[in-house]
């Protein structure tokens, strides 16, 4: 982009006054984007009103109240000092798109379930519902901001239904923003991004409205890594960017089951190849598969856009890394099965972590409901212990996955709210998620109140196993293959 379209940015070295200048800003979607994107933006944007709308009563109520909806490292202390001051949330979605002159759209895009494109096409129902409702409201002029993720040219689709309904008074600039933070270190990805991405057309309202989005980032933004594309290019990135982690991820997987096969360790292999700086180390640990809302869903999204361009082998491509991770959960639920003697019917295994991830109580296609669906296909009993998952969440994601006998669930799961009481009288212990606190516990005692012989099943790879070894425990590791605990005495 030419250089004098950055020259109304706060970092520049020609500031002009836009007119005019943003001091309202409306989000509709309250969700794990939405309210963290937003609080951040009132916190380093004292001057500007930042209005969250949602249609979910229940989600704004806990945005105004105590405990917030979401969990997030940092975005306690952020919503409760701007709260009322710039930040507000409410339903008056109404009020938000007529007070504006920027408006996100950061509602969920998840895969199709039915019709065309099920179980791979991006589901746009809720961002046309959101588009819909700001061209029936608006009056002057307004910038949308695409910020959920979406396939490549839906911002054409949501211009085309912001126009279709208005008069002569009303005009829009469409921009694409995604957004790419990651759940558990929002906060920190918010306020210091690797780059903030703004899409928009190559003329001139286009233009000044990226400039205007650029401005409200660049109070805390360096103007360096705001970067100014064409709408195409800034959609197709965000989908491109989840593709490579997800492949990362996968590729370590599969590396991993080389591992199990050969004696290779994936600790030593993933640390050789991270040293790479073409490769780099992170997203390089092995795992029982990724899950959150987004990878997967993006992946196949990209996957089914491939397909409608006729791109069969980049579809091919992106759409095996998806197989990949699949079989990364299966395959740790068989390990555990063919360890726990090839039947696991009645036995009581405790699940540490539910959440996709640590440091967030999200429990969104987590790895976790899989190898638990897997278990339960095999008559175990899990007890689930999560420092964050809500409970009936976990129950309703594992009864999800039990559509044909969601009874299974009733009489084979239990949630409990303490790791020992868990893994009391448990045959085994499955680690799903990596939460820090699995590290600390007395694992000495968690052994001497367990069946015998005891397992730990570490499928995040984050527990101390030669320990582990020594109390006396089986130790079964992604990526690993380990030894017999010390005082084993079966001679095969
Ligand atoms: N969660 C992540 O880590 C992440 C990261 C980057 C991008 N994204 C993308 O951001 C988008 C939002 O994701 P999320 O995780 O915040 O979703 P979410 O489900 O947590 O939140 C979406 C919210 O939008 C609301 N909503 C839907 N339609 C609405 C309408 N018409 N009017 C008002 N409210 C409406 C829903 O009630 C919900 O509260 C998705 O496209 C996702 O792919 C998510």
Same mark, same amino acid.
């Given at each position: ?35 963290? /994107? ?36 940092? *975005? ?12 507000? !949330?409410? /339903? ?21 379930? @039915? ?115 064409? %709408? ?76 409608? *361009? ?33 039947? %696991? ?8 972590? !539910? /959440? ?58 239990? %949630?409990?709210?303490?790791? @020992? ?19 600390? *516990? ?34 079964? %590791? ?15």
């Amino acid at each position: 982009m030419q250089k004098d379209q950055t020259s109304n940015a706060p970092g520049s070295n020609h500031i002009q006054p836009f007119t005019p200048r943003i001091n309202c800003i409306c989000c509709i979607g309250a969700g794990y984007v939405g309210g963290p /994107t937003c609080a951040v933006i009132a916190l380093k944007c004292p001057e500007i009103q930042v209005l969250i709308v949602d249609k979910n009563q229940d989600r704004i109520n806990a945005w105004n109240g105590e405990t917030l909806p979401i969990y997030e490292p940092g *975005l306690d202390e952020i919503v409760k000092h701007c709260r009322g001051r710039n930040l507000f !949330f409410s /339903t008056d979605i109404d009020a938000g798109i007529r007070d504006a002159q920027l408006i996100f759209i950061s509602v969920n895009t998840p895969t199709k379930t @039915y019709g065309i494109g099920k179980g791979r096409a991006t589901d746009l129902q809720f961002v046309e519902a959101a588009a819909r409702h700001i061209g029936q409201i608006a009056t002057g002029k307004k910038i949308i901001v695409e910020k959920s993720t979406v396939p490549v040219k839906a911002a054409e689709s949501i211009a085309k239904i912001l126009y279709s309904n208005i008069d002569d008074n009303v005009s829009f600039e469409v921009l694409s923003n995604p957004e790419f933070l990651a759940e558990g270190t929002a906060i920190n990805d918010l306020l210091q991004p690797d780059r903030v991405l703004i899409g928009g057309s190559q003329t001139d309202p286009g233009i000044e409205a990226i400039n205007q989005l650029a401005w409200v980032y660049e109070h805390w933004v360096p103007p360096s890594k705001v970067l100014r594309t064409n %709408v195409w290019s800034s959609e197709l990135s965000k989908l491109a960017s989840n593709a490579f982690l997800a492949q990362k991820v996968s590729s370590i997987n599969a590396v991993s089951a080389i591992c199990e096969a050969t004696g290779a360790d994936i600790s030593d292999v993933a640390h050789s190849i991270g040293l790479d700086k073409r490769i780099g180390s992170k997203y390089l640990q092995a795992s029982i598969g990724f899950g959150g809302s987004c990878f997967q869903k993006d992946v196949l999204s990209l996957t089914y856009i491939c397909e409608a *361009l006729n791109l069969t082998e980049v579809a091919d491509y992106w759409h095996q890394v998806v197989v990949m991770n699949n079989y990364q959960k299966k395959r740790f639920a068989r390990k555990i099965i063919q360890c726990l003697f090839h039947t %696991v019917s009645n036995k009581r295994i405790a699940i540490f972590g !539910f /959440t996709f991830k640590k440091d967030t109580a999200d429990t969104r296609e987590s790895s976790s409901i899989y190898v638990g669906k897997y278990l339960m296909d095999e008559e175990a009993r899990l007890v689930v212990y999560d420092p964050k998952a809500d409970k009936g969440q976990i129950i309703s994601d594992l009864r999800e996955v039990s559509s044909q006998d969601p009874q299974r669930v009733d009489r084979l799961v239990s %949630v409990i709210n303490d790791p @020992y009481d868990a893994a009391k009288d448990a045959h085994a212990i499955v680690i799903c998620t990596e939460w820090d606190e699995f590290k600390a *516990l007395d694992y000495e005692k968690i052994y001497n109140s367990m069946y015998k012989p005891a397992y730990i099943f570490d499928g995040r790879i984050i527990l101390d196993h030669a320990a582990l070894l020594r109390i006396g425990f089986h130790v079964e %590791v992604v990526g690993k293959v380990m030894k017999k605990p010390v005082n084993d005495l079966t001679p095969f």
